[in-house]
Each structure stands twice: as structure tokens, then as C-alpha cells.
């Protein structure tokens, strides 16, 4: 249960950074209020799933999944720029992760 608890905070942080980029320096309300409900979410998410999850892991997961969630959000939906090093840098995130939890998989 801590596992998925901590994938919805993962994802919860993507919605957060994407809130805050459309609230344009938080002079758009709905996505500023949104921002800070998604922010809410995800921590407390993030603070339950703690609760039997090493923290190295658990952290390396969460912003793991922000930055891959967000970067990749960032490029179909905003316009970002899309590189090969970009992409090569998304795999390495999710390289460490993966290697993080095969790591922590024998305690």
C-alpha cells in the first residue's frame, strides 16, 4: 500500500509543477490555489508512505517521478524542447530509481 500511496504523490507533484507554471508567478488564481491543494496532497502522500518506506528510496521515487512526470508533461503538453539528451537524461532518472528499489529489494 505504501508503494502506490507514494506513486499518487509522485504523480500529485507533476500536477503541482504544472499548476504552478499556469499560474504565471501565482497571478492566475485557479491554478495557484490548485498548486497548493496538489502540493498538500502529494507531501502528505509523500509523509504516510514513509511510514514503512526507507526514506532514500522513497524520496529518490517521489522526485523521480516529478521529474520524469514533469519533464515529459512539459514537453507534449508545453512545447518544451525535446532533445536526445533530454531523452537519454529521463532514462537515467529512471535508471536510478529502479536501481535504488532492486537495491533496497533484499531488506
Known amino acids: 500500500m505504501a508503494w502506490i500511496l507514494l506513486i ?3 504523480l500529485f507533484e507533476v500536477a503541482m509543477a504544472y499548476s ?6 501565482f497571478s492566475v488564481p485557479v491554478p495557484a490555489v490548485a498548486f497548493a491543494g496538489f502540493a498538500i496532497l502529494s507531501f502528505g502522500l509523500l509523509a504516510v508512505a514513509l511510514k514503512s518506506l526507507d526514506v532514500g528510496t522513497a524520496y529518490a521515487v517521489w522526485t523521480g517521478i516529478g521529474a520524469v512526470g514533469t519533464a515529459t508533461l512539459g514537453m507534449i503538453v508545453l512545447g518544451d524542447d525535446v532533445s536526445p539528451l533530454k531523452i537519454a537524461s529521463i532514462v537515467l532518472i529512471l535508471a536510478g530509481v529502479v536501481g535504488l528499489n532492486l537495491a ?3 531488506h
Do not use: E, H, I, T
Not at 504552478?20 to 508567478?25: F, R
Open 104 to 106: 533496497g529489494a533484499g
Open 8 to 10: 499518487a504523490a509522485g
Open 20 to 25: 504552478l507554471k499556469l499560474s504565471d508567478g
